[in-house]
């Protein structure tokens, strides 16, 4: 018997005022794995919406505000610590909906839940404000200080590639600086987010603080939230397109935004690089969560005196790849969330032909002859030989895909790699210090990672430029967003 195979379904509940509540509407949720259902999700009216909004702005004025931020950040270790003592029904609920391997649920989903929470409390507890002497006529001067408010009801909306860590992200340092939260997690992975609920209720925060809904983005609780006048800020994670509408709902009541979107992101390799170093690094960064992540590189350049090389290297290594069901042994990767994604992964498999791709491997959909045939597996899929302005280039897949083009010169390879609509990340493969830093200081993107991947320090700025984003979080930069500063100026 396979893991969580014999869960039944369950009804996944919203949590409005420190209570459980169900809707009139529900949806099912599937398993990506073989296509069993395995929960009823309750789907947040307008009328619901409406309601956790108005509680949520009543809490700031009820025990919430009065706490002193040291009382807030032990209550975010509380919730962490709720986290860590339920960590295996996160897991589960975690690998349920999205059907990736357990040991990642356990190493990177669940794990950076716990890290969001006790970095924000301990940031948030230590922040500190700027000061500036002035000088005035009169000689005596005058002092500028700032203060931090909590912004007022934030409304947290989150994808469904890094459930719990992605929604924590947000979540976490909005409650640390005194705001109160309204969230809505993808309706393709409401499981964790429900447990997140259970945890900080019995955290004790005050009824009304933190309130979760689920449903749907357009003409659904998505939209019905984002519409709301009484928000103070929208924080979104996602794709550009939804990012735009939401901006355009925002900008009635000019509300404070941040978001956190696709990508369409370069590798660049050269000849001079740690070559095993360097091909670990591309696999992981193509195929980590079957390449559901924002971060993920699908376009890989690679210096010519290697290309073929690395694109041999890549074509066995990605053959070893073993797909399937999350508790396997030496699973590395599991189905796309949904059908309807994975027809959309596909979709850019045939068009790659069409534009004239070479399908170095993959290409299509695996066949196990077992329940998984019900599931949204994909191969992963290696292209060469498509010119820059293909679509393929040029769109965000969110697949386990990447395509290698070989370059000649550095100026090549940056421009080559700069040569997109977003700009979330980069990264750079050599073993050249001078080149490092002069290739990874031009990449037009937010975040440019050298010899490495994915690895993140949580107080370091985090966003995109281009259509990949709007603002930074990260470390003081979460803290400044999710607080109202005011300056006091004292003339002394
Ligand atoms: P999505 O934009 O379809 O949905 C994200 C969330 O927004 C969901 O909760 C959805 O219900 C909601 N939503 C959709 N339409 C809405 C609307 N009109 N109004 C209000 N809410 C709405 O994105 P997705 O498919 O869940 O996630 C994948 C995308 O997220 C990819 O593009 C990926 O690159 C991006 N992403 C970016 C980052 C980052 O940090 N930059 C991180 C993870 C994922």
């Not at 519409?227 to 924080?235: E, F, N, Q, S, V």
């Not at 369409?264 to 559901?292: E, H, I, W, Y």
Request: net charge negative; aromatic share 8%; proline share 5%.
């Amino acid at each position: 018997m396979h893991h969580l195979a014999s869960d039944a379904p369950r009804l996944i509940r919203h949590y409005i005022a420190g209570e459980f509540v169900g809707s009139d509407r529900s949806f099912v949720k599937t398993s990506p794995v073989d296509g069993r259902p395995l929960a009823t999700v309750c789907e947040a009216g307008a009328d619901q919406v409406q309601d956790a909004v108005a509680v949520a702005r009543a809490a700031l004025n009820g025990p919430w505000g009065k706490l002193k931020t040291a009382e807030r950040c032990a209550m975010l270790h509380r919730i962490a610590d709720g986290i860590e003592r339920r960590f295996d029904d996160f897991v589960a609920a975690e690998v349920a909906d999205t059907g990736r391997p357990v040991s990642q649920a356990r190493t990177l989903d669940i794990a950076r839940g716990i890290a969001n929470f006790r970095t924000f409390a301990d940031l948030a507890r230590t922040a500190h404000g700027e000061l500036f002497q002035t000088p005035t006529a009169d000689g005596a001067g005058a002092l500028n200080y700032v203060v931090r408010k909590p912004l007022g009801v934030v409304a947290v909306i989150s994808p469904w590639n890094l459930p719990l860590l992605l929604l924590t992200w947000k979540v976490a340092p909005a409650l640390a600086m005194g705001n109160t939260v309204v969230a809505k997690p993808s309706e393709e992975t409401p499981s964790s987010a429900a447990l997140l609920a259970e945890v900080i209720d019995e955290a004790g925060l005050p009824p009304g603080v933190f309130n979760l809904l689920h449903g749907f983005g357009p003409d659904s609780t998505g939209e019905f939230l984002t519409r709301h006048p009484d928000l103070a800020a929208i924080t979104f994670t996602g794709e550009s397109r939804t990012g735009s509408t939401i901006m355009k709902a925002a900008a009635d009541g000019v509300k404070d935004v941040s978001f956190e979107l696709g990508g369409k992101n370069a590798a660049v390799v050269f000849a001079d690089a740690d070559f095993d170093a360097a091909l670990d690094g591309v696999m992981r960064s193509t195929f980590t969560n079957a390449g559901q992540v924002c971060l993920c590189s699908e376009r890989v350049y690679v210096e010519r005196p290697i290309f073929e090389k690395f694109v041999a290297a890549m074509k066995a290594r990605t053959e070893a790849l073993r797909l399937g069901y999350p508790d396997d042994d030496g699973v590395a990767m599991g189905p796309l969330v949904s059908q309807g994604h994975r027809a959309k992964v596909l979709s850019y498999y045939r068009l790659a032909v069409e534009e004239g791709a070479k399908v170095v491997t993959g290409g299509g959909v695996p066949h196990f002859g077992d329940a998984r045939d019900q599931g949204a597996f994909v191969q992963p899929t290696i292209w060469t030989g498509l010119p820059d302005h293909a679509r393929c280039m040029r769109e965000e897949v969110f697949g386990p895909v990447c395509h290698i083009a070989p370059f000649d010169t550095e100026d090549e390879a940056i421009r080559r790699a700069n040569d997109s609509d977003y700009g979330l990340a980069a990264c750079v493969w050599t073993t050249n210090l001078a080149r490092a830093h002069r290739v990874a200081q031009q990449f037009h993107t937010g975040i440019a990672w050298v010899n490495t991947w994915f690895l993140r320090d949580l107080r370091s700025p985090f966003g995109g430029a281009k259509l990949s984003g709007l603002g930074r979080e990260g470390g003081r930069h979460s803290l400044d967003f999710y607080s109202e500063i005011t300056n006091i100026c004292i003339k002394l």
